[in-house]
């Protein structure tokens, strides 16, 4: 069984950054793939970024230009880093990762982000 730890999330004013963490209990060197979703209260879970094992990315569109996914295999871990956050990013932000295309996902505890002046 995999564990993931999230933390970084918080309480930021508009416009303002967060990055999020995303820390794996085994190793990520030869992962499928990785990344985060995102669930608003009241509205069903949604993709926000992904990242392949050789480094292709892919962003909802809501989020380009704002968000970047990025890992870091020597510390099993996955972040995203928040720029320029909007009131419509407040939501619980869940990480997954998967080591294998048949593989299930696996799923962080999830973690809170709230921007609001």
């Known amino acids: 069984q995999v564990q993931l730890v999230e933390s970084g999330g918080g309480l930021v004013q508009p416009g303002g950054s967060l990055t999020l963490s995303c820390a794996a209990s085994?190793?990520?060197?030869?992962?499928?793939?990785m990344g985060w979703y995102r669930q608003a209260p009241g509205k069903q879970r949604e993709f926000v970024a992904r990242?392949?094992?050789?480094?292709?990315?892919v962003y909802t569109n809501s989020v380009k230009g704002r968000f970047t996914i990025s890992s870091d295999n020597a510390k099993n871990a996955l972040y995203l880093q928040m720029y320029s956050l909007k009131p419509d990013d407040t939501a619980v932000y869940y990480c997954?990762?998967?080591?294998?295309?048949?593989?299930?996902?696996?799923w962080g505890q999830g973690t809170q982000v709230t921007v609001s002046s």
């Open positions: 997954y990762f998967r080591f294998a295309a048949t593989d299930q996902n696996y």
């Open positions: 085994r190793s990520i060197f030869s992962i499928y793939d």
């Open positions: 990242r392949t094992s050789v480094g292709n990315t």
